[in-house]
């Protein structure tokens, strides 16, 4: 099965950038629809964007729509997660998630078998 592992977390000023990656490993990364959901304390987590298998369809969450924007590397076996304009409200631990079923691109935590360990984003204000 797919092992995942994010990174590119950190604290940021508030409009400020980073980009997330989530190295996959262990079985075949382009079969797989990749997503990326957060949690901030006390809440569930919760959806932020996802990708297909081969990039040509992807969702985002209504909240970081036009901010944001997933994407995906198959060769390298990486996707990404650019986040431009942030505000204190993305505050979050980010997961990166996998599903074996790369034709479906799911929007809920159920639809993913596979979850990395997340990355801390705070933005301050």
């Known amino acids: 099965q797919v092992q995942l592992v994010e990174s590119g977390g950190g604290l940021v000023q508030t409009g400020g950038s980073l980009r997330l990656s989530c190295a996959a490993s262990?079985?075949?990364?382009?079969?797989?629809?990749m997503g990326w959901f957060r949690q901030a304390p006390g809440k569930g987590r919760e959806f932020v964007a996802a990708i297909n298998w081969n990039g040509h369809t992807t969702h985002y969450s209504d909240s970081v729509k036009g901010r944001f924007t997933i994407s995906r590397d198959n060769p390298q076996n990486t996707v990404h997660l650019q986040m431009k304009n942030l505000r204190p409200e993305d505050t979050a631990n980010y997961f990166c998630?996998?599903?074996?079923?790369?034709?479906?691109?799911?929007?809920?935590?159920?639809?993913?078998?596979?979850w990395g360990q997340g990355t801390q984003v705070t933005v301050s204000s």
């Open positions: 998630a996998a599903d074996r079923d790369g034709s479906v691109v799911g929007i809920t935590t159920a639809d993913y078998a596979h």
């Open positions: 262990g079985d075949t990364f382009s079969v797989y629809t």
